[in-house]
């Protein structure tokens, strides 16, 4: 392409969109890569404060922001994802139906290290609905050597996939609620009531619901019927895993001979947050506070559950950053840093 006066690039076509920006009215191409300019488009591109444009030059070696664009999308990703543009040398990938989240962070790094692409994300783990734009992507310049180009690609393709979409395939759910003072009667159960739209937000359903005493044999055995008699795929334990000497929740995921990944998380509401496996099936141990606050640990590892995203303990722990939650006066999540930060 070639740098050159407005008025010695008339009748030559443009090497890139043109951006034209009406504070708080528009911002958007005033015209398009190809556009052929004539003397009626000179006044709106002074008023533009242009006064040089690129222009296509047929020498070959270089690749136009548009062309980059749209090769980088198709390497980020797979069908999982819609692409739209380019527009103004940036195209957007787009989710095209519901599930998880997955993105490859030490390629992320990679590719915005480069200098000459950057790609934007929203967060890693977040759950996507159709249509949710999940990243964007564009090369910095209006073109890029060819050959230049051509190597980092390669290397997107090499260690991508990028960004990955996970289907909540684990839909049945069983919840297991423990405390002598639930199941006397003492105390109401409210589980179901608290549970089953998040459960249903992401497309399950609670299959099998048991009240259990504080009975470690009882427990584990609840946990156990669940998964080999319910086809329970995921097991959501509330209460009894505190200290207090009548809190034996823990012990009887072990009883059950579930493996046990963590207990305790850097995260407020959860900080007695317990996640085991039994059989592959994960089972989440949610402390009471799931009873009090809206937004707990259980809305954090809950997706990753029923995506079968496997929960490991580092990335409980790598919560305690953005693991706060603000108690805000008008809870915006997940459109807020609670559980962002790992």
Known sequence: MKKLPVEEAI?????????????????????????????????????????????????????????????????????????????????????????????????????????????STIHQHTVCHR???????????????EIRFGDILEKVKLQGPLLKI????????????TGGEVYTGRIPDSSVEILSPKVAALGGEI???????????????????????????????????SVDPDDVTLEGMEKCGATIVSYGSPILPGAMFACAYLEGVPILGIPAAVFYFPITVLDLFLPRAMADDPIKREDIVALGHGGLCLNCEKCTYPICPFGKGG
């Open 166 to 177: 996970l289907p909540f395939t684990r839909r049945k759910v069983g919840i297991v609620v």
């Open 207 to 241: 299959v099998s619901h048991a009240l259990c005493p504080d009975d470690v044999d009882v427990i584990g055995r609840t946990i156990t019927e669940m998964v080999h008699e319910k086809g329970c795929e995921v097991v959501i334990t509330t209460g009894g895993l």
């Open 11 to 119: 009748g030559k076509p443009l090497a890139s969109d043109i951006t034209r920006i009406v504070p708080g009215k528009m911002k958007g191409p005033a015209f398009k890569r190809g556009h052929i300019l004539s003397e009626k488009d000179l006044p709106l591109l002074k008023d533009m404060g242009k006064a040089h444009v690129y222009v296509l030059d047929p020498d070959k070696g270089y690749i136009h922001e548009d062309d980059a664009a749209i090769a980088l999308a198709e390497a980020y990703g797979g069908e999982e994802f819609e692409r739209l543009g380019p527009s103004e040398g940036r195209i957007n990938l787009k989710a095209k139906g519901m599930g998880l989240l997955k993105i490859k962070l030490s390629l992320l790094h990679t590719i915005n290290a480069t200098g000459d692409i950057i790609c």
């Open 131 to 145: 249509g949710m734009t999940v990243a964007a992507t564009r090369i910095i310049p209006v073109a890029m050597d």
